[in-house]
């Protein structure tokens, strides 16, 4: 079983920068995937930046070159680093992560965190 508690949420006003961290319970040499995904009221959930096991990250068309994921494998924690903040940015923030065993895969989810974008 693995934890993720998300951390730096909070209210910024539209052009502002806001850093959300993200803290693994394991080791994340462990996680095959690791993300952050959004969801807006009213909408589904998306993927706003996917690492993958070939150390590339994928990030959304709406947040590309505004939004930076890292990740501190000697601390176990994942960032999510935005700047640009648009009101359209406003969401809860999950970190996401992909344990890929067999004979199943897992996915593990972290309990959110609000970003509000004033403008």
């Known amino acids: 079983q693995v934890r993720l508690v998300e951390s730096g949420g909070g209210l910024v006003q539209a052009g502002g920068s806001l850093d959300l961290s993200c803290a693994a319970s394991v080791s994340i040499s462990r996680l095959n995937h690791m993300g952050w995904y959004r969801q807006a009221p009213g909408k589904e959930r998306q993927m706003v930046a996917l690492l993958l096991g070939d150390g590339i990250v994928r990030y959304a068309n709406s947040v590309e070159g505004r939004f930076t994921m890292s990740a501190d494998s000697t601390k176990n924690m994942m960032y999510l680093q935005m700047n640009a903040l648009k009101p359209e940015d406003t969401a809860v923030y999950y970190c996401?992560?992909?344990?890929?065993?067999?004979?199943?895969?897992?996915?593990?989810w972290g309990q959110g965190t609000q970003v509000t974008v004033s403008s």
């Open positions: 996401y992560a992909v344990q890929i065993t067999t004979p199943r895969n897992f996915q593990y």
